[in-house]
C-alpha cells in the first residue's frame, strides 16, 4: 500500500514563509513526476508546481519567483520552499506523485491529504 503523507501548513502573516513536505511510504515502487496542487475555497484545484525525476521544474505564473519545489528521490519525498506568501495563496494544498507499483505498467496519480495554509494580510 501506498500512501502520501503532508506537513508543514499553518498560518503566516503576509511576506511570511512556510515549507510544506511530503513523503511517499510503502515499498516496491516508482516515483515520475511529483507536484504541489492547491484549492481555494469555492475554487477549482489548480496545479502550483511540478518536478520531474531529472529535477525539470514548472510553476504557475501566480508563484514564480516565491515558491521553490524540491526532491530528495532517495526518500520518495517532495518539498515546496513557500516565501513572500501572500493572503491569496490561502488554501489547501495537496501533493500529487506519479507512481508505478512494481510490476504495473502505468503510472497513477497518488494524492496526499491535504494540508491548510492560510496567510493573513
Known amino acids: 500500500q501506498v500512501q502520501l503523507v503532508e506537513s508543514g501548513g499553518g498560518s503566516v502573516q503576509a511576506g511570511g514563509s512556510l515549507r510544506l513536505s511530503c513523503a511517499a511510504s510503502?515499498?516496491?515502487?516508482?516515483?515520475?513526476?511529483m507536484a504541489w496542487y492547491r484549492q481555494a475555497p469555492g475554487k477549482e484545484r489548480e496545479l502550483v508546481a511540478q518536478?520531474?525525476?531529472?529535477?525539470?521544474?514548472n510553476y504557475a505564473d501566480s508563484v514564480k519567483g516565491r515558491f521553490t519545489i524540491s526532491r530528495d528521490n532517495k526518500k520518495n519525498a517532495a518539498y515546496m520552499q513557500m516565501n513572500s506568501l501572500e493572503p491569496q495563496d490561502t488554501a489547501v494544498y495537496y501533493c500529487?506523485?506519479?507512481?508505478?507499483?512494481?510490476?504495473?505498467?502505468?503510472?497513477?496519480?497518488?494524492w496526499g491529504q491535504g494540508t491548510q495554509v492560510t496567510v493573513s494580510s
Open positions: 510503502g515499498s516496491d515502487f516508482s516515483i515520475n513526476v
Open positions: 518536478i520531474t525525476r531529472d529535477g525539470s521544474t
Open positions: 500529487n506523485f506519479a507512481i508505478r507499483r512494481l510490476f504495473r505498467r502505468n503510472y497513477r496519480d497518488y
